[in-house]
């Protein structure tokens, strides 16, 4: 099964300390591969990428980082109960 996996995150008030602003911090778009072995057992893998907007992505620019970001995960889906 493949899925898109899109997202937006934004905070009401700025956090220094997790080095996030406030207003709208980042976006992400994924493309998640899954494979059911069974109902309940599904490993999959996902391409992400996400950028940083404006005061979340300010931390980042000094340290000459980039605001872009593109990262592999693995996991497994496991459901506990129908």
Known sequence: MLQSE???NAY???DRA???GRGLSDASLGLRL???LRREV???VEWQWTH?????ADPFTPAGEDPFEWRWVAGV???LWA
């Open 77 to 79: 889906r496991i459901r």
């Open 42 to 44: 599904a490993p999959c």
């Open 34 to 36: 899954r494979y059911e």
């Open 6 to 8: 899109p997202g937006l």
């Open 12 to 14: 009401g008030k700025a």
């Open 52 to 56: 940083r907007f404006d005061r979340t």
């Open 18 to 20: 997790r080095g996030l």
